[in-house]
């Protein structure tokens, strides 16, 4: 990602941020006691989020993990059932893109770490060019989706998740 894009996305992060502080802080705590995000703001204000960061993302290639070894263990099981080749190959490929029931869980809670992050970034004064969380989004997923993914934010982070087209890494369609 060029120094112009990641500029870019930091002015607007200062829009999108700046004036909804007090909304993304709500949404956080829907999900965490407020206590919890008034100690994560303090104890990581100057600090950056490279923990946060590093847990949303592996958090998602987790995910993206499980749902490889999802359609091997199904491919696996047609061949030890002795089904042909081209059955085992279906099996495990739609195994592989079926989301897992927890797939949407893991993805807010990588995406709120992500927001929160950049949240931490913004408000704790620190160089918006060097938050791990708005790089890894930009480096993983592009400015649009950051740009949703913010939004989204000061919105119901329940819908974090289909906001970034996780639905899409769970199906396989994207590679990181």
């Given at each position: 990602m060029s120094r112009a894009e990641t500029d870019s996305a930091v002015r607007a992060c200062a829009q999108l941020?700046?004036?909804?502080g007090d909304v993304i802080?709500?949404?956080?705590?829907?999900?965490?006691?407020?206590?919890?995000w008034s100690a994560l703001v303090e104890r990581h204000r100057g600090k950056g989020c490279d923990a946060l960061a590093a847990f949303a993302r592996a958090l998602?290639?987790?995910?993206k993990s499980l749902h490889g070894m999802f359609g091997n263990v199904v491919g696996r099981l047609l061949a030890a059932l002795g089904r042909p080749r081209i059955e085992q190959a279906f099996a495990r490929e739609l195994a592989t893109r079926v989301p897992l029931p927890f797939g949407q869980e893991v993805a807010l809670a990588a995406r709120g770490l992500q927001a929160a992050g950049i949240f931490?970034?913004?408000?704790?004064?620190?160089v918006m060019g060097d938050c791990a969380c708005l790089q890894d989004l930009l480096a993983h997923e592009g400015r649009a989706k950051f740009e949703n993914l913010l939004q989204g934010a000061l919105q119901d982070w329940a819908?974090?998740?289909?906001?970034?087209?996780?639905?899409?890494?769970?199906?396989?369609?994207?590679?990181t």
């Open positions: 941020v700046g004036g909804g802080a709500a949404q956080a705590v829907r999900y965490v006691a407020p206590e919890t998602l290639d987790g995910k931490v970034c913004f408000t704790g004064g620190a819908e974090l998740p289909a906001r970034m087209r996780d639905d899409a890494i769970a199906s396989g369609s994207r590679t």
